[in-house]
């Protein structure tokens, strides 16, 4: 169901910016996993990783490979930078930070994301699967993403944050607007416009905060307005300030989204090209905590990130100088044949099929893995009882994907069902 032909048979022609690459990533990564370890892409000016191993070591070695961008600023152009100071906050990823201050940030998101927190919210979360499929199940066939994929994650997000639902269409833009940022060629006018969108965000986030400083509930701003954090920089614990609590709530509220989203459509792309898979977790709902890892697996929503390398270091033999940035291919290490039988297979029996790098691995692991996959495998659960005979709608779906470099995102799927 590729689009695209993949006319490449060199690694050399491989450049990640390009439209026919990004459609066709895995063909990519095979080449370039096999012409190196770590791969100078000269169209990116970064070195490549595609295999687990090598991903692996990389992402367990946070002094040597930090993941802030140090070699490239996300805001580029000073009129919209300028725009936070004067309007907004700054924009910062205490989630994100660097070792030694890392772990100290994510210390207070965690429990909250951990399984005991989110299995006391399943009643929530699968009333709101029912309620969703109670809209469209008399209809026949859906777009899925928009009636489906989209809101689950992010009704269940704002839940856990503690913000109301009725402002779901107004998150889903400033999700979008956050996002746009990190991809490459923004004109000085789509950055500021996002940016501008971005402190709208801010603002909301800041007022939520003061409405529960004085009325605080058992959610995740609530938590963090209250909380202490252990700074290393004066060696004691200090209240959050507010853009510490800003960037922490965006991050969780983005990074809740579209990540899901795009896992949901890809498993149900899974279950249209995979007759036999879709009858098995039919007949078997045990199997389909293993179709969720395996959907993670083969169609990673998160591609790739970047690391910097600290200091000139070695991966598998290539000489890596200090500065560098590499990009991490979790969807090419979790296709590495070194690694896996079978790699472009879905396999319902796979031993490990958890042990993939979809969420990332060591230090930066995804704090919010344990809630989308639960999010992923109550929902599925619900689908295939509920609707029977999934199939595409007849003439509507291409089946292309997002353009850009990091995530991998179906554009739309339509889904007929009895
Ligand atoms: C299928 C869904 C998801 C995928 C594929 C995914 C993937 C990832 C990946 C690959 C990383 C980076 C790890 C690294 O730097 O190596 C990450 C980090 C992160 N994710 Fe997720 N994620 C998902 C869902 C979520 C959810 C539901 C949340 C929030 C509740 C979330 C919040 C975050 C945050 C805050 C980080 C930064 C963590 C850090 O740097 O320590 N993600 N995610």
Redesign the pocket.
Same mark, same amino acid.
């Given at each position: 169901m590729e689009n695209k032909k993949f006319p490449f048979k060199e690694a050399k022609e491989i450049d990640f910016m390009d439209a026919i690459v990004q459609e066709n990533w895995f063909e990519a990564y095979d080449l370039i996993r096999e012409e190196s370890p770590a791969y100078f892409m000269p169209q990116i000016g970064m070195y490549v990783l595609t295999r687990y191993a090598d991903i692996e070591h990389v992402?367990r070695d946070p002094e040597q490979f930090t #993941?802030s961008r140090d070699t490239e600023p996300l805001i580029k152009f000073k009129e919209s930078l300028s725009l936070y100071e004067e309007k907004g906050w700054p924009r910062i990823q205490p989630? @994100?930070l660097n070792v030694p201050k =890392?772990s100290h940030f994510?210390k207070l998101v965690d429990p909250a994301?951990a399984a005991g927190a989110i299995k006391k919210k399943k009643t929530f979360i699968v009333n709101v699967i029912n309620e969703l499929i109670d809209t469209w199940i008399d209809e026949g066939q859906i777009a899925f993403m928009e009636r489906f994929a989209e809101p689950l994650?992010m009704i269940v997000?704002a839940e856990l944050l503690g913000l109301p639902r009725m402002d779901l269409p107004l998150l889903k833009v400033w999700s979008s607007a956050w996002v746009l940022p990190h991809s490459k060629g923004l004109t000085v006018e789509q950055e500021t416009e996002a940016v501008k969108k971005h402190i709208e965000l801010q603002h909301y986030i800041f007022d939520s905060m003061k409405q529960k400083r004085k009325n605080p509930k058992d959610d995740i701003i609530s938590h963090l307005i209250q909380t202490e954090v252990f700074d290393v920089d004066i060696n004691a614990k200090r209240p959050l300030t507010d853009e510490e609590v800003i960037g922490s709530v965006d =991050?969780?509220l983005i990074?809740?989204n579209e990540?899901?989203t795009f896992?949901i459509s890809n498993g149900l792309w899974l279950l249209f090209k995979n007759a036999e898979v879709y009858k098995n977790i039919e007949a078997n709902p045990a199997l389909i905590k293993n179709f969720v890892e395996e959907t +993670?697996r083969i169609e #990673?929503?998160?591609q790739g990130?970047f690391r910097s390398a600290k200091y000139d270091c070695e991966i598998g033999g290539v000489e890596i100088p200090a500065g560098s940035t590499l990009s991490i291919r979790?969807g090419a290490g979790n296709r590495d044949p070194r690694r896996y039988r079978c790699p472009m297979e879905p396999d319902l029996n796979r031993k490990n099929a958890g042990r993939h790098l979809?969420?990332?691995i060591g230090e930066?692991?995804?704090?919010?893995?344990t +809630? @989308?996959r639960y999010e992923q495998r109550w929902a599925w659960e619900i689908l295939l009882s509920r609707l029977k005979n999934l199939r595409p709608t007849p003439g509507k779906n291409d089946f292309t994907h997002m353009k850009g470099i990091w995530l991998r995102a179906l554009n739309e799927i339509y889904l007929s069902f009895d």
């Open positions: 992402l #993941s989630l @994100s =890392h994510r994301l994650p997000i =991050h969780l990074g809740g990540t899901t896992a +993670l #990673s929503p998160t990130l979790y979809a969420f990332g930066h692991v995804c704090p919010g893995a +809630l @989308s």
